[in-house]
């Protein structure tokens, strides 16, 4: 059943107003009504060198388009309840034992708190497949070890020099620079062990293919490549192209690694998982456009970490390069493309995912 729908002047119009509106779409829409959404590959050099406001207009939607009327979903429950579950999970996974200043570090960072996005993208793209959470739990653990590493590196002196994170002083505050070197090393090498280890009822050649979707994510030709391309940006012009193969390495490689690998955990067809691959893709960017248009509307106090640091080392964001009105609408688009890509699975199960895409594009810190 596809997420797509022919829609009235009414509707169209209310997408627009959402889309234009910081992304507000908490607001539920009447049965007889759905979204459109459209088939094409979406790049930020094409929204910024528009100069018409984003609108889904009728001649653009596909002649195959069908009516899909989203379930209703306990959205907030769903992520209370998968969060617990990653949290239980990592608390176990590092247990206090010696040496201890390293293990306290790696708690102190992993156990921070945090949105456990990643991790529940993981689990819940294991279920659309068909498997059991149960199954990609471990990897799911390792995508967040994974993140909290490249967070404690992220924010050493040497790197992004950040003072607080996740509304808490960083580890290299806490602990000194050296301990939250190692601390990050360890967390990294443990996300591999433990995927390694902890899978269990998955066929070893998947474990063997998720481990190695985790190494790509994470290495030169992922996160690393989009962090130093990302340093090396610093005070220069930086073009649009080159702004999104950053944030499609830095950011959303890993995002695209959590979908990934759950689809493959939970025995999804090569189909099932390229289809997921892309809309991690789209989530993932749009996670960074969002992150980047609230650098620059938040505070540091509503973040839970510092604000307007983007503007003050002159990097180039997303608003920076197209202005926070495009950088808006092209959150929007990203959305969409995201929303379509899973039209091609069940619904029911689908609907997390759906979900989660709404609450990154929603989000306020």
Known sequence: MAFLATISGLDNLFLSNTLNNNFDFSRK?????SYSFLHKKIHASDVANSFQTFQVKERDVSSKAEKFILPEFEFQEYMVTKAIKVNKALDEA??????????????????AGGKRVRPIL????????????????????????????SLVHDDLPCMDNDDLRRGKPTN????????AVLAGDALLSLAFEHVA??????????????????GSAVGSEGLVAGQIVDLASEGKQVSLTELEYIHQHKTAKLLEAAVVCGAIMGGGNEVDVERMRSYARCIGLLFQVVDDILDVTKSSD???????????????????????EKARQYAGELMAKAMNELSYFDSAKAAPLYHIASYIANRQN
């Open 29 to 33: 829409l009447p049965p007889s009504q």
């Open 94 to 111: 590092i247990p206090m034992q010696e040496p201890i200043k390293v293990h306290e570090a790696m708690r102190y960072s992993l156990l």
């Open 122 to 149: 993981c689990m819940a793209s294991c279920e659309v497949v068909g498997g059991d959470e149960s199954l990609a739990i471990p990897a799911a653990c390792a995508v967040e070890m994974i993140h909290t590493m």
């Open 172 to 179: 290299h505050k806490v602990f000194g620079e050296n301990t």
């Open 197 to 214: 280890t902890k899978t269990q009822n998955v066929a070893p050649q998947r474990v063997v293919q998720a481990i190695g979707e985790l």
């Open 302 to 324: 509503e973040l839970g970490k510092t604000a307007g640091k983007d503007l003050i080392t002159d990097k180039a964001t997303y608003p920076k390069l197209m202005g926070l």
